[in-house]
Nanobody
Framework: QLQLVESGGGLVQPGGSLRLSCAAS????????IAWFRQAPGKEREGVSC????????NYADSLKGRFTISRDNAKNTVYLQVNSLKPEDTAVYYC??????????????WGQGTQVTVSS
């Protein structure tokens, strides 16, 4: 089965950190850029970050720069999103998706099922 699987979410206190993972199953991520999105309850999905297939290029939503770091390990067929200094407003379901290049609007060939991040004291 060809799919992306996110993991690493959970309940964390404000100021805490998490490392989210996006692993590919049934295909290789080598040729794909990977984007992270998030969707909070009652809000639209927003783009968080994207990393090129080689890992040489990354981008972030302006409001998240400095707190979030995207990386990839193609040998492990996995992309990571390190999220630091978490705030309650970071609470959302985080999704990863595969596309050909970060500067394209789509299409997204694969989506994960999401991992819940809850920031609360």
């Amino acid at each position: 089965q060809l799919q992306l699987v996110e993991s690493g979410g959970g309940l964390v206190q404000p100021g805490g950190s998490l490392r989210l993972s996006c692993a590919a199953s049934g295909f290789t991520l080598d040729y794909y850029a990977i984007a992270w999105f998030r969707q909070a309850p009652g809000k639209e999905r927003e783009g968080v970050s994207c990393i090129s297939s080689s890992g040489g290029s990354t981008n972030y939503a302006d409001s998240l720069k400095g707190r979030f770091t995207i990386s990839r390990d193609n040998a492990k067929n996995t992309v990571y999103l390190q999220v630091n200094s978490l705030k309650p407003e970071d609470t959302a379901v985080y999704y990863c998706a595969a596309l050909l290049a970060c500067d394209l609007p789509g299409p997204y060939d694969y989506w994960g099922q999401g991992t819940q991040v809850t920031v609360s004291s």
